[in-house]
Each structure stands twice: as structure tokens, then as C-alpha cells.
């Protein structure tokens, strides 16, 4: 079973974090400039999230064309965001799987800092453990 | 010389970069490279050699960050513009050119992990450095291993009674390293970092490895005697020893969870540039026997216009620009997903180096028997290509993995 009680469960969490990175952090800024876009495919809950310089979309309407495309669990996103698993070994042991160029996604790694720090934040808020 | 580019969609700025590369090629590289290739393994390290002022300059142009992300300060190439700027550098010295990728290493791998430790202390200082004073290696070979670190999913890897030469034993905040490495690490009489993999679970053999980032300057590192070797001389080399090293855990990359992947993700890039390398070493060579064809009269007429002289030339040219394609197509096909294809990488690899081999030695079978002395460079370029059928893995070993890869995977849907 999943740690996101279901799909809006997880798309409420993730629609937060994820507007506050690309509105109030360099995160936004660094997205326009090097030309990236996120699709994440997630699975238990299934679901869709789509992250550009200037917008975040959940659900069916999120099943579009980016730049890099990652394939992942429901459980996997809460254990990177919290620190629990390192990208490289994720990638390496197919947690996510990567579609896009990977020195693009390299070069955005640093800017995700906000990210991680807000995660737990709103975990709290919407009532989802981090142990 | 330049080349057709079959690619049609070249941009102004992937010409500017191949003809930057060029240039550095032409003017820095290849007078180093020849200077070294006359000097004793010692002189090419020592307070005398050109080396230092390569690097220095190389440094200068950014070229030691070919492979590090832009946001970190490198060059944030592109895998396609990675492929070009490369193949540029090995058409004027491979050794020099695995030289700067090496340096790299460390710093590369340290990308994957964006601690800011790790950034600070590693990335930064590196991508800043301009001096050439901040330099990596790749330390993965072993004295008792020669290419089977290098079959991650070979079922040999997992063979718990196949001990390793370098282990690292975790001690609280830190790893502690001991064992060696072997002769064939290039870069390593003068590297500041190592990117370590050696063993840590020795219960899953190879695959029980781990990536750690080891400062070289730290007590218990010591180095051998740079290698005299037959070819890529302009590389220098030498083992790295390992006496109770303490590494901060931080520095540890990958664990044994993931090595096996993470190997085979760090080969299916490593493999592919060799390929690169080829089509650079071995246009240079084709450029040669070229040129030289055209002057040089037997019988009373130009070797080129002799038919097998014709047909060699073409045959020669031929197998550069196939591997051009293949290469070009296998590194964006595996820098853009994350399961990476490595048996693509590893045609690139023994073919390319095969064919490199094959056209450095027909262009002195053009040259005749000045193609054998010291005069020209094809001499070289032969030496150079013959140890790349062995370098970063020999082909013979690497065929058989590539072979159990596909035997596992095909065809492979993603």
C-alpha cells in the first residue's frame, strides 16, 4: 500500500510543493532557462504531474510531452524527497526510469534544494508521516 | 582537415565548438603528444614536460569540464556536442584526450550526488580550477583483474570467491580504503582525486562495489612509477596504493545496492567515447595516408592514382564515417534514458577500436617503410590504436559480455 492515501491525496501535496518551488525559488527561473520540463508517471496511486517554468498540472491532463519524462512510484517520490534515496542509485536500480537528456538532468539537480526542503513541510501540513 | 557533416541539423554553435576543438587539436595537442611520445615514462611527468602547459591551456578553454553539468560551472555540452568536441580531441591525441576526460572523473560522478559537501569540495573547485592543478583519475583496473570488472551482469560478478585488490570497510563517518590499483590508471602519478570503485561487500564479489571519491593527498596513498608502454604514451600511468586510507563516508557515490547498475550505466558512457576516440584516431590516420598519397610517386605516377591505393583510401574512409554514425547514435540514444542500451556502447567499442586499429595500419601500409619510423606521425597513431583494443576493457572479454547482454535483452523495448 501506497504512503499517498490515493491519487488527490498525492496531488495535493505534490501541486504544493512543486508551485512554490517553480514561484518562489530559483527553480522556476533555472527550468526557463535551460529549457526543461517534467512529466512524472506515477504509479500506486497512478497518476500524472507535468512541471514547467510557469505551471503545475495534475491528473489526465498532465499526460503530455516534456523534455524528460520519469517513470516512478508513489512511494519512490516520498522517499527521494525525503532524502532516502539517492538519484543515481533510483536510476541504477530502475526505481525511476529516465526518458530526456541526461545532462539535463544533471545540471538541475542542485536547484531542487528547495524542493527537498519544503517537502517534509507540507507532509506535515497534509497530515502524510515522513518516518 | 574537416570532414562532411552527414548531420544536417548541425547548429552555429556546434560548428563554432568542433572548430574550436579543432584548432586546440591541431596547434596544442598533436606538438604535445609527439613531444611526449619521445620522452621516457619519467621525463613525461616530470618538471620538463609539455604536459603541464597542455593542461594549463586545455584548462583555460574549459575543455577539462566536457563532461560536467553547466550549472556547476562545466561546459554543459550536450551528448551530441560531446561526441563532436571529443572526436575533434582524439583526432589530435587520444592519450591527451583520455587524459582530460579522466580529470573530469571525479567531479562527473559527484554530479549524480548534489550534496553541497560534495559540491563545495569537489565540483567547484574543479570547474574553477584554470591551472590544471585539480586533476582526477579513474581507478577501476586491478592488478589481478583485467577486464572482468567490467561485466557487471557477467555471471562471474557475483562470484563471492573471486576477491577484489581494493576493498573500502566502513568505520563510522568513514570508509577506509586498502589495496591497490593497477598500473593502467591513467592520470594517476599526478591526479589530486581518484574516482575510487573497489570492493565493499566482498559476500557479492564485483558486484558487492562502491564509487568513493578519494582525495589523494590523504595518509596511507602512495603511487608507482609511471608505465612504459607501447602506445598513448602521452598517457601518463601508474598503480595507486592503498594503506589504510580513511575516506569520509560522504565521499561514498554508490554503495553495493546499486554498483552492479551503476556500472553498467558508467560503461555504456565510457565505452561509447571510445568509440568516439576511434573515429578520431583513426581520421586522423586516413587524413594521413591521404595526403601523403597525393605526393608520393611510385612507378612513375601519384600512389593515388594507383586502384589500391584508391580502393585502400576508400575502405579506410568508409569505417570512419560508419562509426561516426554508430557512435554519434548510440551515445544520445543512451544519454537520453536511463536504462541505458549497453551492448550499442559496446559495438562501438570493439569495432570501433578494431577499425581504428585497421586504418592506422593501413595508412602505413601507404606510407611503405617510412610508414614505420619516427618521422611520421602514423607510426604513432598505430601505437596509439593498437592499445585501445585493450584499453578500458579488451575486446575479446568486452564481446563475450556484449554477447550475454544480448542473449539477455533482445529485443530490448525500451
Known sequence: M??????NHM???????????????????????????YKF?????????YVSHD???????????????????????????????????????RKIKSKGPIPKVLKILPFLKPVYELYPVYCEKHGLAID | MSYLDLDLNLSKEDRMLKEAAHEFARDVMRP????????????????????????????????????????YGGMGLSPFQQALVIEELAWGSVGLTVDLAVAAFPSFLASMVPEEDIIEEIILPFCDCKDGKICGCWAITEPMHGSDTLLPFYPSFSDPAIPADCTAAPDGDFYVINGQKAAWVSGAPYATHAALFCQIDSKMGHAGGGIVIVPLHLPGVSRGAPLEKLGQRDDPQSE??????????????????????MLEITLSFTTVLMGVLSVGIGRAAFEEALNYAKTRVQCGKALIEHQDVQKKLFNMFS???MMRQMTRAAHVFNQNTSTPAEEYSLICKVHGTQWAFEV??????????????????????????RAMMIEDGSNDVLAIAAGHKIIENYPRRD
Request: one cysteine or more; glycine letters at 4%; proline letters at 5%.
Open chain 1, 2 to 7: 501506497s504512503v499517498f492515501k490515493d491519487a
Open chain 2, 319 to 321: 569505417k570512419v564515417e
Open chain 1, 55 to 93: 505551471e503545475v498540472i495534475t491528473g489526465d491532463k498532465a499526460n503530455r510531452d516534456a523534455v524528460i519524462t520519469m517513470e516512478l512510484s508513489g512511494d519512490t517520490v516520498h522517499a527521494f524527497w525525503l532524502k532516502k534515496i539517492k538519484l543515481p542509485v533510483a536510476l541504477a536500480t
Open chain 2, 360 to 385: 592506422c595500419s593501413e595508412a602505413i601500409q601507404i606510407f611503405g617503410a617510412t610508414g614505420l619510423t619516427k618521422e611520421y606521425i602514423v607510426e604513432k597513431l598505430f601505437r596509439d590504436a
Open chain 2, 32 to 71: 604535445t603528444a609527439w613531444e611526449m611520445d619521445r620522452m621516457t615514462a619519467e621525463e613525461s611527468v616530470g618538471p620538463n614536460s609539455p604536459l603541464w602547459d597542455f593542461k594549463k591551456k586545455a584548462y583555460e578553454l574549459d575543455f577539462h569540464t566536457i563532461l560536467v553539468p553547466d550549472s
Open chain 1, 11 to 37: 496531488y495535493t501535496i505534490l501541486n504544493d510543493v512543486w508551485t512554490h518551488a517553480i514561484n518562489e525559488t530559483d527553480f522556476g527561473p533555472k527550468l526557463k532557462e535551460y529549457e526543461i520540463d
Open chain 1, 41 to 49: 508517471v506515477i504509479k500506486e496511486p497512478n497518476g500524472y504531474l
Open chain 2, 240 to 261: 595507486l596504493y592503498f594503506d589504510n586510507v580513511r575516506v569520509p563516508a560522504k565521499y561514498c557515490i554508490v554503495g553495493p545496492d546499486a554498483y552492479e547498475a
